[in-house]
């Protein structure tokens, strides 16, 4: 009896056993496997829009040799105000991206209208009236470098720049008949410096403020009457401008 009792039992447990092998494994599901975030940065090539005012400056005019015996050496110099705007072109190269150093060149053209008049005197024997302007392109092409913290650049800029200044007007001086009268427009170029603060609002598109300081100058003549006299002629400006750009991130 005891026998058999231990007979079933071992049947039983075998087919238990057999059972449970045919039974599907539970498996555990794998690791889920979170990818990191891209680390930002500004390397790419971007374009936008810019405006911004000429708040202040100076248009310079001078008589230089040659010049009439009779019209002695005489200088003006009058504030510069006005508006620019126009865009914007360029590319940045981040060293490091997230926190790090960025480098790149930037080009802007637009128009700009600063004017102003202005009336020299010289010593009470003659005068020049006339007006200055930039009624056309002002251009610039410059470096920038930098450093971003994540979508904040803070950055220092400075380069070439060209544009054109209108004159216009009339001198007056004993030995001349009537007033003559000069209107010539004179391409200038000289150098730009300033800064700025670059914000990334969207993966593509950052804003920024902006400020530069610009200097021309240049040396022409003019011939009235039959006589030649020599101008010099410059402009400094202190421009802050605005801008929205649009970055293309072809490496990102």
Same mark, same amino acid.
């Given at each position: 009896m005891k026998s058999s009792l231990l007979a079933a039992g071992s049947l039983i447990a075998l087919a238990g056993g057999a059972h449970a092998?045919?039974?599907?494994?539970?498996?555990?599901?794998?690791?889920?496997?979170?990818?990191?975030p891209p680390v930002f940065t500004w390397t790419g090539f971007y374009a936008g829009v810019n405006a911004g005012g000429a708040v202040g400056g100076d248009f310079r005019a001078a008589t230089t040799a040659p010049r009439p015996a009779a019209l002695p050496a005489s200088r003006a110099e009058v504030s510069a105000a006005g508006f620019v705007a126009g865009g914007t072109v360029g590319y940045n190269y981040q060293f490091t991206p997230g926190n790090g150093f960025v480098v790149g060149v930037e080009a802007d053209a637009g128009y700009s209208d600063i004017h102003n008049e202005f009336r020299a005197s010289a010593n009470a024997t003659g005068n020049v009236n006339g007006a200055l302007k930039t009624d056309t392109y002002f251009v610039t092409v410059r470096g920038r470098v930098g450093y971003a913290w994540g979508p904040l650049l803070a950055y220092a800029t400075g380069g070439w720049a060209f544009t054109e200044i209108g004159a216009r007007g009339s001198v007056t001086a004993p030995g001349l008949i009537a007033p003559t009268s000069f209107n010539a427009s004179i391409?200038?170029?000289?150098?730009? %410096?300033?800064? @700025? !603060?670059?914000?990334?609002?969207?993966?593509?598109?950052?804003?920024?403020?902006?400020?530069?300081?610009?200097?021309?100058?240049?040396?022409?003549?003019?011939?009235?009457?039959?006589?030649?006299?020599? %101008?010099?002629? @410059? !402009?400094?400006t202190h421009q802050l401008k605005v801008g929205i750009n649009y970055h293309f991130n072809l490496f990102n």
């Open positions: 092998a045919d039974l599907p494994r539970r498996v555990a599901p794998p690791p889920v496997v979170m990818a990191a391409p200038v170029d000289g150098y730009t %410096v300033g800064g @700025g !603060l670059e914000y990334m609002i969207t993966q593509n598109l950052s804003v920024k403020g902006e400020y530069l300081y610009s200097d021309f100058s240049r040396d022409v003549r003019f011939r009235a009457l039959g006589t030649q006299f020599g %101008v010099r002629t @410059g !402009l400094d």
